[in-house]
């Protein structure tokens, strides 16, 4: 399966952005759905993760508050909504998913990116 962001843009500091992760090839249903962010210069980073089954979600604190994600279905593995943007918060973003039984991500695909403007 290879899985693609969409939904980035331009927004102005204080905006809102809502990523979607869809899916293609054989899917499966994973152990959690994962969001990255990578900004020029700058390691890629963990932003946030939910759990497939039970919905437990994860939140880099840069992002705690502001960020929402959630999942949905195998097609259409989830969402990240992302309010009350900082310029900080300019990057590419990725989702990805963490198999059962696997410690690292697979999947990825190509980003998206989001610039926010001061």
């Known amino acids: 399966v290879q899985l693609q962001a969409s939904g980035g843009g331009l927004v102005q500091a204080g905006g809102s952005l809502r990523l979607s992760c869809s899916a293609s090839g054989r899917t499966f249903s994973p152990l959690l759905l994962a969001w990255f962010r990578q900004a020029p210069g700058k390691e890629r980073e963990f932003v946030a993760s939910?759990?497939?089954?039970?919905?437990?979600?994860v939140y880099a604190d840069s992002v705690k508050g502001r960020f929402t994600v959630s999942r949905d279905n195998a097609e259409n593995p989830g969402y990240l909504q992302m309010n009350s943007l900082k310029p900080e918060d300019t990057a590419v973003y990725y989702c990805a998913l963490r198999r059962v039984g696997r410690s690292d991500y697979c999947c990825w695909g190509q980003g998206t990116q989001v610039t926010v403007s001061s």
């Open positions: 939910i759990a497939w089954h039970s919905g437990n979600t």
